[in-house]
């Protein structure tokens, strides 16, 4: 059986004081040390960094905090030539969880997002797993702690082969710690189980998972897993609809709503708890944030419901063309179609009404309407 157990991070290099990492799982092929105060390496070089605040800190932990300061999150959602390859090589091992009640989607956004498309993959671990053993290796790594990211060193197990790690992460699923989310088949609950039971300790770890699930069909794999292959369509060129809106929050918890006037409605976080699903009448912007109309002036913020693709907009228009951009003042930004083309998406920074419709702010002063987002006609 794997091994879990809780340890204080040795801060040291980071001078941080009582912050507790991530679980570590101890592979069958691995050996707890005799102490978890034990050095894991004679030397480590270390500096200092201005950017990343006081102290020192070692050129993997700055290489870190240098990639995650400069992300390239429109690209990386999709899948390019290089990452396809990635895609159809773990796909028969993330279609052989469906047999052990893991969704394979599920399986292979968290090889995704654990692995950066398989760019870093230190010791055959494509999940993240931390652990001890002649074949670990020590790496650096990001840590969430209440609402605070820090960036640190851990040790991460290593195995054999690309199969012995899909099976130590099927092992690790099904223990006591992730076993609510077997035989789960919404691939958001199963993602939102996975960050509320501290599979990873990012406050957005559920939503990548989605946004990576949505934005390469991985659901065609939960059908073909069960017998019903679903035939993939062009990214951007099916609207998504809103009629019903289902909370997504934390399980157990709700959400606040709002009335037109944008003061929330106290006590209507019992009503509207997470999993409960919500007839749409209509759709408005409120303290420059769109929210949904559920009930007699009651609206629920599009951010805490499944439309909400963690804040990014999907171009939805005619493949291979793209859409002209608004200025606040309602005037089109000229040649913007060149950028704004189907498919390509982008983070919402803002939310207001233009020539009577909602749009969308992804730039200084480009606004996208609504009608050419994943969730309009794409007229």
Request: glycine share 8%; hydrophobic share 35%; proline share 4%.
């Amino acid at each position: 059986m794997n091994k879990k157990i809780i340890k204080l991070s040795g801060a040291a290099l980071l001078l941080l004081t009582s912050i507790s990492s991530a679980p570590i799982v101890y592979a069958q092929n691995q050996t707890k040390p005799e102490s978890t105060q034990q050095k894991v390496d004679k030397k480590v070089k270390i500096r200092k960094y201005p950017a990343m605040g006081p102290g020192y800190y070692t050129e993997d932990a700055i290489n870190l905090f240098n990639q995650m300061s400069n992300p390239s999150p429109f690209l990386s959602l999709y899948a390019s030539p290089s990452n396809q390859a990635f895609l159809n090589r773990i796909k028969p091992l993330c279609l052989a969880d469906a047999a052990q009640g893991i969704l394979p989607s599920i399986t292979a956004a968290q090889a995704i997002v654990e692995t950066g498309w398989g760019g870093h993959i230190l010791g055959n671990n494509y999940f993240g797993i931390k652990g001890y053993g002649s074949r670990s290796n020590l790496s650096g790594t990001q840590e969430c702690n209440n609402g605070y990211c820090y960036y640190t060193h851990d040790r991460f197990a290593g195995y054999s082969s690309m199969e012995e790690s899909f099976k130590a992460h099927t092992a690790l699923l099904h223990t006591k710690n992730y076993a609510n989310i077997i035989g789960v088949k919404d691939f958001r609950r199963a993602a939102y189980l996975l960050q509320q039971d501290r599979y990873a300790t990012s406050p957005s770890y559920a939503q990548t998972l989605i946004n990576v699930i949505i934005s390469n069909n991985l659901t065609a794999w939960d059908h073909e897993a069960g017998g019903s292959a679903v035939a993939s369509t062009p990214v951007g060129t099916v609207p998504e609809p809103e009629q019903i809106a289902q909370i997504v929050y934390k399980p157990g918890y709700g959400v606040l709503a709002f009335q037109n006037t944008g003061k929330s409605i106290a006590g209507s976080n019992y009503k509207f708890k997470d999993g409960t699903r919500w007839k749409v009448v209509n759709t408005k912007v409120i303290n420059g944030e769109e929210m949904y109309l559920v009930g007699n002036n009651t609206y629920i913020p599009k951010k805490y419901t499944s439309h909400y693709d963690n804040g990014i907009i999907t171009i939805h228009y005619q493949p291979n063309y793209g859409v002209n951009a608004l200025h606040a003042d309602g005037t089109q930004v000229q040649g913007s179609n060149k950028v704004f083309k189907t498919g390509t998406r982008w983070n919402v920074k803002y939310t207001r009404v233009i020539n009577g419709e909602i749009c969308y702010l992804v730039g200084n002063d480009e606004y996208i309407p609504k009608k050419y987002t994943q969730w309009g006609s794409g007229k």
